[in-house]
């Protein structure tokens, strides 16, 4: 399969990148800047293309079947710039992939952007572009999913989580763990159409997802 990553310069993205080296996808990378592809190559990207998540991104895509979304602004950004890159970027690729006849998707999201209303009032305009991300996705006609992480931490990965449709105690994981967790989901059909909570567990990534 060949996946488009959006965010592959970020951390899980990177995460993301040394996990498919090691499988029979391949991985394009998007890049803002040419010099950040020598680097993600040596990680495991197949290839690189340049474009911008805030642009039509159509060219860089041609060809892919299927997008994972891990590009994010951060919680820590203001309000402006969190709606060009977690919404309106994530919005404009949902579109670009469907019109291009990508039919998988995978977005990152995070927990509780399910009720952005009840989140922590600096939180609120970060969980308020996921929400809207991930409604206009399950509303895509798209093959979806939506992975939840609690708080990310840099932590090395165990590869064991704790995966719900809901959690309610919002807990922590590894970017490394998250990044395995999008490339489990790639290929497995019971995570199609799905969205879910995760933190880290004591369940081994495959057998948690196997659990949806």
């Known amino acids: 399969m060949h996946v488009f990553i959006a965010g592959a310069n ?7 990148l040394r ?14 800047h040419p010099d950040q592809g020598p680097e993600l190559q040596q990680l495991g990207a197949t290839e690189t293309v340049l474009g911008d998540l805030e642009q039509d991104c159509s060219e ?5 079947d299927a997008v994972i979304f891990t590009a994010g602004s951060g919680p820590h950004t203001g309000p402006d710039k ?3 890159v977690d919404q309106d970027g994530a919005i404009r690729l949902v579109d670009t992939a469907r019109a291009m006849g990508i039919k998988r998707f995978i977005m990152v999201s995070s927990m509780r952007a399910e009720e952005p209303e009840k989140g922590p009032e600096k939180l609120r305009h970060y969980l308020q572009a996921k929400h809207n991300a991930d409604e206009h996705l399950k509303n895509s006609g798209l093959n979806y ?12 990965g165990t590869g064991k989580v704790s995966v719900s449709a809901r959690l309610d105690d919002f807990g922590t994981i590894p970017r490394q763990d998250v990044a395995r967790v999008l490339l489990a989901v790639l290929d497995l059909d019971t995570a199609t159409n799905r969205v879910f909570d995760v933190v880290s567990g004591d369940t081994p990534v495959p057998e948690a997802l196997a659990k949806l």
């Open 82 to 84: 969190t709606i060009d």
């Open 10 to 16: 970020g951390q899980i993205g990177q995460h993301l």
């Open 19 to 32: 996990e498919l080296a090691d499988r029979d996808h391949e991985a394009r990378a998007l890049i803002r």
């Open 60 to 64: 860089a895509m041609r060809g892919c």
């Open 145 to 156: 999913t939506i992975v939840r992480p609690g708080r990310l931490t840099d932590d090395d």
